[in-house]
T-cell receptor
Framework: AQTVTQSQPEMSVQEAETVTLSCTYD???????LFWYKQPPSRQMILVIR??????QNATENRFSVNFQKAAKSFSLKISDSQLGDTAMYFC????????????FGTGTRLTVIP | GAVVSQHPSRVICKSGTSVKIECRSL??????MFWYRQFPKQSLMLMAT?????????EQGVEKDKFLINHASLTLSTLTVTSAHPEDSSFYIC?????????????FGPGTRLTVT
């Protein structure tokens, strides 16, 4: 079974500063995908960034980047130059590359950007 | 592209009645859709995987006779909560994957808030 752990229920960061959200996972799969989703107060789930496990290079999307450590089964999200609009719940998620393509979610981290 | 809609966004029903929630992929065909439930301040819990033209696959602990899923076309899946009770009040979210895309992310609908009185 796959499990995803987010050990930080809540975090805060000053506007324009950098923050890192942690995520670890457990799986026996070798091929899989990892995602960070953002859920703002509207509750619409928005994809922030994705990482294919077979890629060694860390994914980057503008101010968002990940630190993917496959051996350690760690997948942290770094948000640079934090903006007020980044305030949201952030969920780390795992998907197997074969078979059922459902997502396994972590418990989430509530991020608050302080002006 | 890759937009998923849900209807209604909010519904209130009386205990004992049934309510149907629709999930549509607007600009792609989805052979598989997923239904999640989210309690306040909690994560998303997968309820079932909806496959076009076949029976849904339910997660352990989810009553298939209570949460009826129909995926009659490549762009529409419905979740019917039958004989609703107050404990069924929750936020229900659907998602779908675009099989034509090489990436594997799921696209989520905006969710439906169900309140059973």
């Amino acid at each position: 079974a796959q499990t995803v752990t987010q050990s930080q229920p809540e975090m805060s960061v000053q506007e324009a500063e950098t923050v890192t959200l942690s995520c670890t996972y457990d799986t026996s799969e070798n091929n899989y995908y990892l995602f960070w989703y953002k859920q703002p107060p509207s509750r619409q789930m928005i994809l922030v960034i994705r990482q294919e496990a077979y890629k060694q290079q860390n994914a980057t999307e503008n101010r968002f980047s990940v630190n993917f450590q496959k051996a350690a089964k760690s997948f942290s999200l770094k948000i640079s130059d934090s903006q007020l609009g980044d305030t949201a719940m952030y969920f780390c998620a795992f998907m197997k590359a074969t078979g059922a393509n459902n997502l396994f979610f972590g418990t989430g981290t509530r991020l608050t950007v302080i002006p | 592209g890759a937009v998923v809609s849900q209807h209604p966004s909010r519904v209130i029903c009386k205990s004992g009645t049934s309510v149907k929630i629709e999930c549509r992929s607007l600009d792609f065909q989805a052979t598989t859709m997923f239904w999640y439930r989210q309690f306040p301040k909690q994560s998303l819990m997968l309820m079932a995987t909806s496959n076009e033209g076949s029976k849904a696959t339910y997660e352990q602990g989810v009553e298939k006779d209570k949460f009826l899923i129909n995926h009659a076309s490549l762009t529409l899946s419905t979740l019917t909560v039958t004989s609703a009770h107050p404990e069924d009040s929750s936020f229900y979210i659907c998602s779908a994957r675009d099989p034509t895309r090489v990436t594997y992310e799921q696209y989520f609908g905006p969710g439906t808030r169900l309140t059973v009185t």
